[in-house]
């Protein structure tokens, strides 16, 4: 199962790429496609600004993008090789801060997030959102080294 996370360019480093690959090693296996491959950049407010403006139009910095090999021409060419995801640990960081929540705790969620964008899942409605926050809270859960119960995704 080929997960690669990389952290290049971060001056700080507030979660472990390790970490990071076992618990997107766990989604994997709790969606059922343990030979997916996912990468995984993590990266400062800067990398993912410039990645929003120039691949949305979103001049400013998010918490998480997804970019999905399934779509576009050759989308179809391997189904096992699901994209990336980027996720900003600053904006991570601020939002744990908010949120009460532990910097773990808010990366997971971003990937598992992402990771559901990758698989085709979106939020552009209120019923959509719901779902994909449901999916989310299972992907969470699956990826806690303690706790590794089976997420459903479709």
């Not at 139009?57 to 399934?70: E, I």
Request: hydrophobic share 40%; aromatic share 2%.
């Amino acid at each position: 199962m080929p997960v690669h996370v990389s952290t290049r360019g971060l001056r700080s480093r507030p979660v472990r790429a390790a970490e990071v690959r076992r618990r997107a090693e766990r989604m994997l296996e709790g969606i059922q496609r343990p030979d997916a491959e996912l990468s995984v950049l993590l990266c400062d407010d800067a990398t993912i600004h410039a990645l929003n403006r120039d691949y949305r139009a979103k001049d400013r910095p998010t918490d998480v993008l997804a970019f999905a090999m399934a779509e576009g021409e050759g989308g179809d060419l391997h189904p096992d090789l699901l994209g990336d995801v980027v996720i900003s640990l600053d904006t991570a960081r601020r939002q744990a801060g908010e949120g009460g929540r532990t910097i773990v705790h808010e990366v997971t969620f971003l990937l598992a997030h992402g990771l559901l964008h990758l698989l085709g899942y979106d939020h552009r409605d209120e019923d959509e959102r719901r779902v994909m926050m449901a999916l989310t809270d299972g992907l969470v859960a699956a990826a806690r080294p303690s706790r590794r119960r089976r997420a459903s995704c479709g």
